[in-house]
């Protein structure tokens, strides 16, 4: 079990590592940060010297060199433009963002689930089929679109919700949440719902089709030859037995509600991380930007060592030492 | 039941919260650029500089048609011709009750030089500036390195902070609100990076009272969700109305949009100096014999198919004023006598023939989609109108960062920039003087286009410490420019807030929002 994880972690450092190489020179390759940002009215000599300032004029692998040494020891260098430390500026976006992900994939299991689940058992009712053609607009409408809709019905027609941005927040540890308070929870109601609904359309299908061939299987009638009732029937054979795909797509979807909510937090002005690298790749903020991808790279690294854990601990089959 | 019940309770809440105007004293202004920093001497940025305009002031103001006003100074004048003196305002207090003085003034018109790692600070504005002496408390002399006539033009950028707050302070200690210490209308009450920052109203202010308690500039900077939290009544005005929302928005009747031709200037330049420049060719593909744009017939004829006036009322939906000038109408050295140049087609194929070029040639037509407004499907327009003409122009458009990045790397012959400036002078120094590192001259002229009369009226301009006898020749060195097609003006933009009806705002030429000048109506 520890050598398992232990031969992961090493596996993740060196994903960590190709991934900076990338995207350093994949922003070294769009452009020069001090080209956008630069004083319209600076003449060339106060351009190099920003330039300069920067470390921008050395070779690449100079700048990158630089950024490792320092990435060893724990700094991943300053924003360019806000003078702030890339990996501060993330981590005090980070609360807000994981709110929003974690909201989100609340509401996908806590709907998604039941309601694969009940279109699964009865596939030919009419309720199954409203569900089913609801998860296919859920998957094919954009974002953005829904997001906007979203605003323009609650907010604008009806007035029921805001429109935008985050609402009051209380400090627990030091770490300002929205969701314990009644503003908070109102400005978190339409970005978590517009951020699920794809998540929620993903994991209805899921949950069907998984239903759909577990009442096929043996095990399920000869539990309803011994008599067991249908409840149980589905709780203890149909739902263990689907929950281990569930749960993987589950925890990789989780990773992404967090690293990509970019068109969904812009949308609704939402103070998270996905704002943060939309901004910072508009203006080549190279640290910020290569500090978010290293973090969400290790996020996601994390959650599918949780997800096999996971696995292990719903399907007694699954041996991690095994896999060797 | 009991879940159900407070749900029930919490949308009703939210309804009472949007249907509630705000209490009168306070003002919700949705900004459209994200703020990177609030110390006023790190990023010379728009957004950064609209909340610093709240805080703090500078010493030459700038009034809503861009006219220089006496700001922290009270007046000043030139004692000889690299001298200035500047007599300050008296009473002046800082948002801690502290005095403003001369040392505070010459404190801040250095403080940007010691700024360090800024990939675009505010050195620029007082590279000119040899001393700037403490005659008395409230006399400052400022020393020019040379005979410099934009100096109270240059520190209006140069935002005054309170020496003893910003001494030895960085931008984190500013963003923290400790040293955002300023003589503004407003004082800083909270700041959430990335979303908004809450000033309070500053009674010590020597300036008109301003009508708001409590202000809010909130950032954002996606277009429709900005608007729609205006007609949600969440915002009360905000700023950069979408072109798409702006008939929506004036049918409202319980809003209003204002508006202004901005000062910034959408242009195209086009390559003078390469022999074959990238992009252009022939029709058969192969190099031209040599660059076509050198001959002014061809930049006469390019400027002669663009249809400005539609494309300033269909493309531009009406935010565009067909433009003929480097500066816009109003703005020190513009001239009123150039007219934009009709729509001619027939004109342009004549001179293109004159020139030798009667088959026409192919360019490529190169540009960002997400700064201007519209400014791709202007580009898109543009170059069908020069395809009409035998000039087949194909479309480059990349976001800022990666055209930038290419117009860097002179990949382009024929490129579209938008600028802002209230003086010619200063505009021509930077898009159509002669390019000359040492002199710092022409950063922004990619086409390098040179002119040494341009240039000559230029610089006696700026070295003029008359102003009426300076815009006398920023005027002429501009006619000059603009005869000879330095560049190919499409339009100056307009710019549009949208506020409550009951609000009253004095659209801006330099494009800014302050809360303190929106009034009760």
Redesign the interface.
Known sequence: MLSYALRRLLQGVLTLWVMSLLVFAGVYA??????????????????A??VA??GLDRPLWQQYWAFLSSAFSGDFG?S?????PAVA?IL??LPATLELALTAMLIAVVLGIPLGLLAGLKPDSWISRAIMAGSILGFSLPSFWVG?ML??VF??Q?????????GATVDVFGIPLSFLT??G??HLILPALNLALFKLSLLIRLTRAGTREAMLQDYVRFARAKGVSESAVVRVHVLRNILIPVVTVAGLELGSLIAFAVVTE????W?GMG??LI?S????DRPVIVAYLLIVVFLFIVINLLVDLLYAALDPRVRLEATR | MNTKKSLISTLLVAALHTLMPAAAADLRIGLSGEVTSLDPHYLAAQPNLTVGRHVFESLTDIDPRTKLIPGLAENWRAIDATTWEFKLRRGVKFHDGSDFTAEDAAFSLQRPLSIKGSPGGFASYVRAIETATVVDTYTLRIKTKYPYGALPEDINSILIVSKKHALNAGPEDFDSGRALVGTGPYKFARYLRGDRLELARNDLWWGKRPAWDRVTLRVIPADPSRTAALLAGELDAIEHVPSADIKKLKQNRNLRVMQATSWRTILLHVDQYRAQPPGITGNDGKALAKNPFMDLRVRRALSKAIRRDAIAERVMEGLAVPAANIVSPGVFGHDPALKAEAYDPEGAKRLLAEAGYAQGFRVTLAGPNNRYINDEQVLQTVAQLLTRVGITTRVEAAPMSAYLGRVRKEETAFALLGWGSFAADLALRSLVATPDADKGWGAWNWGRYSNPKVDALMTRALASVDRDQREALARGANTLAMNDLAFIPLHHQVVSWAMRANLDYTPRTDEFTFAHHFLPK
Do not use: C, H, Y
Request: proline share 7%; aromatic share 4%.
């Open positions: 769009i452009g020069n940060p001090v080209d956008i940002l630069i004083n319209p009215q600076a003449d060339q000599a106060e351009i010297q920003a300032q920067l300053m360019f433009v806000t003078r702030a500026l005090e976006r906007l605003i323009m907010s604008v009806l007035g029921w919700l805001p429109t935008t941005g985050r009644a503003d929870m109102q812009t949308i609704f002005a103070p704002k943060l901004d790749i508009n203006v080549l």
